[in-house]
């Protein structure tokens, strides 16, 4: 075999509850994940050394260099395997780039799935999670898909039940956010407002109507702490929520750390009609539809 490729979901973030700031500069994080239905491919080609190169969405703003999450991923591999493989990377976008919907760590998820099977490493699934709680905190959810709850900085797991399927709406915005300086202004808020910051909690609301399936007590549950921050950094959108919640949507968020707004919708049919009406309102760069849970990353 001298070529594997993966396909591998985007996630959004149904609970997002940021602790304290840590001594380390970190905070202890819960985070409900949920993978759906937008899909990057990696393939990797066996090579004499690493490379990769990135197209589709928004393909010129990741890099194709060390700084490539993938590349890092195979790098991790090769190195837990003490071995000198090679491998070259081709990445098809379709995950929003730098839009809180973990597109660089599906990414890096599915160049260790790739490369395990390129390389006949046959490594389980548990021995792929720990390399991969060293690359990113989003990463090992991206390599678990469905539905999840994240602690620590997210990397530790527990699976999900989530009766689904769940509608999503996504309203894409121009340009991202990034992470650290959305979590620096939450920082700040939290300052400036100097009130306690609670440990973060899984809501049992939520966790009840993932099992449930119940789309309607979901989307009153949806939250995420750091969309305030995000809201700071771009206030354009505050105007997306309002019109995503005033045609219909049953939940409104920003997604992670944004740029992205996810809006729960009732149906497939709903999603249709949202994301149309969001089109007509000018609010995004550009809309998809997904549903979700969907499984991680897979051999194509």
Known sequence: MNSVTVRVPAKVNLQLAVGPLRGDGYHDLVNVFHAVSLFDEVTAVAETGMSVRVEGESADQVPEDDD????????????????SYGVSLAIRKAIPVAGGMAGGSADAAAALVACNELWGLGLPLEDLMEIAADIGSDVPFALLGGTAVGTGRGERLTSLEAAGPFHWVFALADGGLSTAKVYAECDRIRAEEGLPVAEPRAAGALLAALRDGDAKALGAELTNDLQSAALRLRPSLAATLEAGRGHGALGALVSGSGPTCAFLAASAAHAGELAGALRDAGVAREVLTAHGPVPGPAVV
């Open 68 to 83: 490539n999450l993938a590349i890092r991923a195979a790098v991790a591999l090769a190195r837990h395997a003490g071995r």
